[in-house]
């Protein structure tokens, strides 16, 4: 496979894509934003049913390329043997319900981590791969919190899990949990 990424881009893609939808007060289809998880294992279950063409509980290497040519999108026949590979976790080349399942919560957690790397990078100084004191003082800055550097020092210090006075991204995903 080309790119690890591409296929799971693409599962969360078609998930939204056959996410149940509703109108909202002003007539406008709208996403329906499950937060809770049985919602989301119903959403699930409906990408998964419509992605399981021939309904034998399980996905196919060519049930997944028909899946992504819905979307526009074209993957070749090694690309959805490799996908399928990915989370296949009993070996018979295929993807049942709960493996589909971790491949999309693979995705999600890949997701959330970048989306946490880039708010990182908002508070790191250019040429730095760390908040220091004076980089989360200038961010709070912006934000419209005046502090001072010792008041981030001390900010810092409670997260600053090697005591080596900066956030590394580790503890900055540890702080934003």
């Known amino acids: 496979m080309k790119n690890n990424t591409q296929p799971q881009s693409s599962f969360k893609k078609l998930c939204r894509k056959l996410s149940p939808k509703r109108e909202d007060s002003a007539g406008e289809i709208q996403q329906h934003n499950s937060s809770n998880g049985e919602d989301k294992n119903r959403e699930l279950e409906a990408v998964f049913s419509y992605m399981d063409a021939n309904r034998d ?3 196919s ?3 997944l390329q028909k899946s992504f040519m819905t979307l526009g999108e074209q993957l070749s026949d090694e690309e959805a043997v490799a996908a399928v590979r990915l989370s296949d976790t009993d070996g018979d080349g295929m993807l049942d319900f709960e493996e589909f399942s971790q491949l999309i ?5 890949e997701e959330k981590k970048m989306e946490l790397k880039g708010a990182f990078r908002l508070y790191i100084a250019e040429g730095e791969d760390c908040i220091t004191p004076r980089s989360l003082k200038m961010m709070l800055k912006k934000l419209g919190e005046s502090r001072t550097t010792d008041d981030c020092r001390v900010m810092i210090s409670a997260f600053d899990l090697n005591a080596d006075g900066v956030l590394s991204f ?3 995903a540890l702080m934003m949990r």
């Open 57 to 59: 509980g399980r996905i």
């Open 61 to 63: 290497p060519e049930e």
């Open 105 to 109: 919560k693979v995705d999600d957690e």
């Open 170 to 172: 580790d503890e900055f």
